[in-house]
């Protein structure tokens, strides 16, 4: 079994770029492949990356995923912060066939 | 287009049973899994397990077995979660999601409150 830590929260301006991470405590980050949901105030979890960096159809590119191997970590980035974009992401990866999600990150655009 | 739509709130109260329903639309229900997963209330999502939408068996997390029951309607396209014997720290919101090839879609949540 492992865990997926993220940052509790961070902020940034509307146009600029943040980073979220998500470090695996045991196991390689790239043995399995990583989700990324996003969950505005009041609503269901949508995808915005899945297998690591692939973007559904309907989400911008502002949104990308990449994992960093020397930290074991996984990473969604997001470009031209908008204030839509305010809302807390988890981070998802399997072991064996069961889901373990991050903790989540609250993300403020102010 | 897809859309997982759940059956309305619940309140509850403790020892009592609650079968959350969670409707499929949109694609063929026996293609594809149905995850399970609670929030509770301010807090993250917890995986509670899946069930083959093919076979019907299910496969249940570590914290989810004993009290807590997936199971199908193929005929409606249909998953249910039933939660017997309810407490208090069972007051969450409960999201079914369809894992497909480009993520996850998931239903709006049904919010299951247990109070005296």
């Known amino acids: 079994n492992f865990m997926l830590t993220q940052p509790h929260s961070v902020s940034e301006s509307p146009g600029k770029t943040v980073t979220i991470s998500c470090t695996r405590s045991?196991?390689?980050?790239?043995?399995?492949?990583v989700q990324w949901y996003q969950q505005r105030p009041g609503s269901s979890p949508t995808t915005v990356i899945y297998e690591i960096n692939q973007r559904p159809s309907g989400v911008p590119d502002r949104f990308s995923g990449s994992i960093d191997s020397s930290s074991n970590s996984a990473s969604l980035t997001i470009s031209g912060l908008k204030t839509e974009d305010e809302a807390d992401y988890f981070c998802?990866?399997?072991?064996?066939?069961?889901?373990?999600f991050g903790g989540g990150t609250k993300l403020t655009v102010l | 287009q897809v859309q997982l739509v759940q059956s309305g709130s619940e309140l509850k109260k403790p020892g009592a049973s609650v079968k959350v329903s969670c409707k499929a639309s949109g694609y063929t229900f026996t293609t594809y899994a149905m995850n399970w997963v609670r929030q509770a209330p301010g807090q993250g999502l917890e995986w509670m397990g899946w069930?083959?939408?093919?076979?019907?068996?299910?496969t249940y997390a570590q914290g989810f077995t004993g009290r807590f029951v997936f199971s199908l309607d193929t005929s409606v396209n249909t998953a249910y979660l039933q939660i017997s014997n309810l407490k208090a720290e069972d007051t969450a919101l409960y999201y079914c999601?369809?894992?497909?090839?480009?993520?996850?879609?998931w239903g709006q949540g049904t919010l299951v409150t247990v109070s005296s």
């Open positions: 998802q990866s399997y072991d064996n066939t069961n889901w373990v």
């Open positions: 999601a369809r894992e497909y090839t480009s993520g996850s879609d």
């Open positions: 069930i083959n939408t093919d076979t019907g068996n299910p």
């Open positions: 045991s196991g390689s980050i790239a043995s399995d492949s």
